[in-house]
């Protein structure tokens, strides 16, 4: 009764080790918040706050829609970057499996005699041991894959919520030089308007019309093609934002911003992406789950050792095993004359139970398979990712002297057509337009002063559109917002520059010997 007793506490006890549950909530969190960090973006999708999302991105559709409404929409609805963040949830699925004990073993053998009687019954429970020494490994293998699973969707979310962006600048470069093509087409009409005023008051040609009407004509076709261009820039968005509606639903409320006034130095910018960017952070993550997972292929060189109890009950032939007939010969020569045997108490039978109950190993001797090559194979990994690692940081360094050159140039030939350019063409059109009124030049000369100040017009929107895509190019590359980078570049500043030596211990990843 007792043992039965202490039976039930201990069932209960392996059911609830083996029932621990699979919970990516705060996994979910950790990537948002990494994904805050490098984006500003407050949401993330979320799958246990879908109608959340949903309410939000209709208040944001109906209201119109910012550079960083589209961000934030893209984080909380792009269907690539919801199903990646499912990865998180596996992940944790692994690490939950590499925490657990393995299932005992039960081997039960009945085996029955010929001549009949009691069977024999061995019965073996082992418990596989190697656990003990592999779990921890597996855990922390698990943790580094999960550390970078979650770095890695946070930095998809960060390259989503870029490209939202760029997307929504493309979107509102278009539309404004959508308005600019029809503002274009109203500014060719009025010229055309005053070289056929000019012809019917006898001072100005045929030619001069047909030359004003050419203007208009292309002008036409300009806005013919911004309409297109226009659209298909709305659908982009559209399908970045994970929009099922008409794009042309869309309101965009913000205008192209004007280039900020501070330039970056590239060379500050790199260390600081090397430590802020989500993709090297997930490759760091990535050598030490290869390192775990080498110190774990070298612990299965004894991958099973089971403990356990082993049981068993001799077979008994029929009868107890008494030969009654050489009982009964032995009594009646005994006796003199025919006599029955002794009647033997059942007491005295049952002192050999032919029981036996005895501890159990089971050893699996790696005489012929030592874990060689999956040692080998861990190590390969580990020396792969390590090359990897090194070859993001040059790469990283390029791409942050790339996006720096690409913002400074585009941030300078904004400000170029909008200080220089611009406003030279529009005074020459005016000018040309004023000594074409007062006969004092041909409308070649309008013609040839409209068309400089129509391309300056069409330029700038184009420099200002790739200056406002320059700003989230950066933030990518570098892995943090705009304020964000700023707020880095005066803690840099205020900090002692470390030395050559103690930069590249940081960079280089632990190794396993």
Known sequence: ????????????????????????????????????????????????????????????????????????????????????????????????????????????????????????????????????????????????????????????????????????????????????????????????????????????????????????????????????????????????????????????????????????????LIEIAWAERLDAAALRAAVQAADEQLALEIRRVFPNVALGLAFEREARPRGDGRDVLADTARASIAAGRPAAPEIEPRAARDVDTGFILGPLLSLELPLFDQNQAQIAKARFALEQRSRRLEGLERSIRQEVREAVAQARTAWDVARFYRDEVAPQASRSLELSRESYRAGQSSFLSVLDAERTYLAARERYAEALQRAAAAVPLVERTIGLTFEGLLDALRRRSAEPTPTPSQTEAERRPARRE
């Open 1 to 268: 009764m007792t043992s039965r007793a202490a039976l039930g506490p201990a069932l209960a006890l392996a059911a609830a080790i083996g029932c621990a549950p699979v919970n990516p909530q705060p996994d979910y969190q950790r990537a948002a918040e990494q994904a805050r960090r490098a984006t500003g973006a407050e949401r993330m999708f979320d799958p246990a706050r879908l109608e959340e999302a949903a309410r939000y991105i209709e208040q944001r559709l109906s209201a119109g829609l910012t550079a960083e409404d589209a961000a934030q929409i893209a984080l909380l609805n792009n269907a690539e970057l919801q199903a990646a963040l499912y990865e998180i949830g596996a992940a944790r699925a692994d690490l939950t499996q590499a925490g657990l004990l393995s299932n005992p073993a039960l081997g039960v053998a009945l085996r029955l005699p010929a001549a009949g009687g009691l069977a024999n019954l061995d019965f073996d429970l082992a418990q596989n041991i190697a656990d003990l020494w592999q779990i921890p490994a597996r855990k922390r293998a698990a943790e580094r894959i999960l550390d970078q699973t979650i770095l890695t969707v946070a930095r998809q979310a960060a390259e989503t919520a870029a490209r939202a962006r760029t997307a929504y600048y493309d979107a509102a470069g278009a539309d404004r030089r959508l308005g600019i093509a029809h503002e274009n087409l109203a500014l060719g009409r009025t010229v055309l308007e005053l070289t056929e005023f000019r012809r019917q008051a006898g001072a100005g040609a045929e030619l001069d019309v047909n030359l004003a009407r050419g203007v208009v004509l292309e002008a036409e076709l300009a806005v013919k093609q911004a309409q297109l261009t226009a659209g298909s820039a709305r659908r982009s968005l559209a399908a970045i934002l994970g929009l099922a509606i008409d794009a042309e639903e869309l309101k965009l409320t913000e205008a192209l911003p004007e280039p900020p006034g501070r330039l970056f130095d590239a060379e500050a």
